[in-house]
């Protein structure tokens, strides 16, 4: 009886991270997706975003500002990767290894340590809060993650619908006929990337303020999460073709990890300390069984 407690008092806390880390997974999705590059920049994007907000907020600025900031931090640090693909020809996955290595170094110089606390320092949950003080702190994040969701998708699903948005998707479906329309693939990678590590930087800013400090190591297995929830959600809601509904399937993906995670801990299933890897076994098992599924179906009949 007391797990299951346990498990229903955890899910308002889940849910609410996993809108809020569903904002990242979007972001994996622009380059996973629809860029078709394998970028692993997004595990220092995310703790930069949490780093930069954190160091605005301490500074006095205004909660609100700090997420900009830190926006503008992530979309940096992805045209870097963005630059070293496509302008030098580096590999896409270790173009993202170099700026991810380069960011953790940065981000301890951004903070000065490894970790920023805002216990006196006042953050959106807490505005929030102030104008619902009788709603739990959770509550409070889930109504500012759907609210922040809302307008990414909206912003993200008209952008992309946008002559430069549509060359962004066309280039990663097919960059020769891209390219022998004119179109600039190199720049449309390097915005791409650019756009999609803002997003990361967003979430990560977004959870430095729901959970009162900012760390340098936040953003580790970021990219595994954030293609746990690509996955799960596919499975759950491939069957919608539209790109709105493919973001929307990206935080329902996001929301139900959180909430496995959640009740595996709560269940003492999984030690703390295994986390990482129940998140790989689980990426890895989404992964490989649709593939085993089609190798099935596909396979000759041998007639008796």
Not at 17 to 32: D, E, S
Not at 138 to 145: A, D, K, Q
Not at 247 to 270: D, L
Not at 286 to 297: G, S, Y
């Amino acid at each position: 009886m007391g797990v299951i407690m346990g498990i229903i008092s955890s899910l308002p806390g889940a849910l609410s991270q996993g809108v809020l880390w569903g904002i990242m997974a979007l972001g994996v999705y622009i380059t996973y997706k629809i860029l078709d590059i394998a970028d692993l920049t997004v595990d220092g994007s995310f703790a930069l975003g949490g780093s930069v907000c954190a160091m605005c907020i301490v500074g006095g600025m205004h909660p609100m500002l700090a997420i900009l900031v830190a926006i503008i931090a992530g979309c940096i640090a992805g045209a870097v990767t963005g630059i070293l693909h496509a302008v030098f020809d580096i590999p896409a996955i270790l173009a993202g290894i170099l700026t991810q290595l380069g960011l953790y170094s940065i981000n301890l110089r951004i903070m000065g340590r490894s970790n920023t606390p805002l216990l006196k320092q006042e953050t959106i949950v807490d505005k929030l809060a102030g104008l619902l003080p009788n709603m739990k702190n959770s509550y409070t994040t889930l109504i500012i993650g759907i609210l922040a969701v809302v307008i990414v998708i909206l912003v993200s699903y008209w952008f992309f619908g946008t002559e430069v948005g549509s060359e962004i998707r066309a280039t990663g479906n097919n960059e020769a006929m891209v390219k022998a329309l004119g179109g600039n693939t190199r720049l449309m990678k390097a915005l791409g990337l650019a756009i999609s590590n803002g997003l990361v930087a967003l979430s990560g800013a977004l959870v430095c303020q729901s959970q009162g400090y900012a760390d340098v190591n936040s953003g580790q297995g970021a990219i595994v999460t954030g293609l746990a929830a690509i996955v799960i959600g596919n499975v759950l809601l491939g069957w919608g073709k539209s790109f709105g509904m493919k973001m929307i399937s990206v935080i329902t993906g996001s929301v139900i990890y959180r909430i496995v995670i959640a009740i595996v801990m709560q269940a003492g299933w999984v030690d703390t300390s295994d986390t990482k890897l129940f998140s790989a076994i689980l990426v890895a098992i989404a992964l490989a069984v649709p593939v085993l599924i089609e190798r099935h179906r596909n396979r000759p009949q041998v007639e008796e």
